[in-house]
């Protein structure tokens, strides 16, 4: 019965992969851009979907022919190999059902995109500001051993080391889908390097992981922009303070207000201030989305709750624990340093499990 339900399912997938895979070499397809790469990763998320299904049906047809073997086979050997590869194939069919039931289980689209990580000082004044910088370090070494690209956005330093606020930029193959499990409070117990007394203080930093809006995803009409241009100021150049490169933009149904001054050209900073506008406005609406998921997974927690604690790092103990499963670990320096891929990958176990038991619910 499970077979018959999961093979339904499954050829209602396959109909619509070739449907999608029709219509993207299609000419009107093609010539409305926005269209073709919706449908064009559409298919990319298909073909996992497909490839198992194959499989599936392959291990069920070779279970069959095998059973009709025992049937109408006298011969004793034969039949006996007919057996064992029916407890072989059989072995294969739950582990299998397991990861189509997975598969088949919408996921979020944000997932594939590149992110953006905020990394804000929380209590503990000065300590607050140095953890911070070690949580930048501690993602930035971690992106590198994935080979994924990180540009910092913005930052204000703190009074004595690290950050009162950092914002990098993350490029690469599914990083957000990687990352988001890190939104949430971090918190450190430790001794602050400004404590003479050698107490260990509780000190926390936030951290905001988000998707990084795609052209296509927010439109932006022109007449809701009013855009300035100034003179930047700092570092740059002859430029500096002599040409209006410098931009500012206001979108007016929002109130939001966007400056770049970094680049020289006054292209470029404009070209930075919409692509920020656009992951702000995106972001309004993806934080009420973050917000009505983070009540049913324990594992995700909306980037706008700033007292979600999330995780402790105890450095008297060399302890690390994340406290939405219940995970503890002794290795807080590989942490720290950015090995951070087991508690990750426990994490989206955890959110696999119960995507299947909700799933399960509403079936």
């Not at 703190?158 to 950092?166: V, W």
């Not at 599914?174 to 107490?199: A, D, F, N």
């Not at 604690?309 to 406290?323: A, C, E, L, S």
């Amino acid at each position: 019965m499970a077979n018959n339900l999961i093979l339904d399912k499954l050829e209602g997938v396959a109909t619509r992969f070739d449907e999608v895979s029709q219509l993207i070499t299609e000419p009107d397809i093609i010539s409305d851009m926005k269209l073709f790469i919706k449908l064009n990763k559409e298919y990319k998320e298909l073909l996992p979907i497909i490839d198992a299904y194959k499989k599936y049906k392959n291990v069920l047809s070779n279970i069959k022919n095998a059973k009709d073997i025992l049937v109408t086979e006298k011969d004793p050997e034969m039949r006996e190999m007919a057996k064992m590869e029916i407890d072989e194939l059989l072995a294969t069919v739950d582990p299998l059902e397991e990861k189509i039931k997975l598969l088949l289980i919408p996921k979020d689209p944000q997932d594939e995109k590149n992110a953006i990580v905020e990394i804000r000082a929380g209590a503990g004044g000065d300590e607050a500001s140095i953890f911070a910088g070690d949580l930048y370090r501690m993602y930035l070494k971690y992106c590198e051993t994935k080979g994924w690209k990180t540009e910092i956005s913005r930052s204000t330093e703190g009074t004595s080391g690290g950050f009162k606020e950092i914002v990098i930029n993350v490029s690469g193959k599914g990083v957000y889908g990687i990352l988001k499990y890190e939104s949430g409070v971090h918190r450190v117990q430790r001794v602050p390097q400004t404590e003479t007394q050698g107490r260990v203080h509780t000190s926390a930093s936030s951290v905001a992981v988000l998707p990084e809006a795609e052209e296509f995803d927010v439109e932006i009409r022109p007449e809701d922009i009013r855009k300035d241009t100034y003179c930047s100021s700092g570092p740059g150049g002859q430029s500096v303070n002599t040409t209006y490169s410098a931009v500012r933009l206001t979108h007016a149904p929002t109130g939001i207000v966007v400056t770049c001054q970094d680049q020289k050209s006054q292209l470029k900073n404009l070209d930075k201030a919409m692509k920020e506008l656009r992951n702000r406005l995106y972001t309004i609406e993806y934080e009420k989305y973050l917000s009505e998921i983070s009540t049913q997974r324990k594992t995700m927690v909306s980037s706008g709750d700033r007292s979600a604690k999330i995780r402790t790092y105890n450095y008297p103990q060399g302890r690390v624990t994340d406290h939405r499963i219940n995970l503890t670990m002794y290795n807080l320096q590989g942490i720290i340093n950015g090995d951070i891929d087991e508690i990750i990958e426990k994490l989206s176990i955890a959110e696999n499990a119960e995507r299947l038991k909700d799933a399960a619910v509403k079936s």
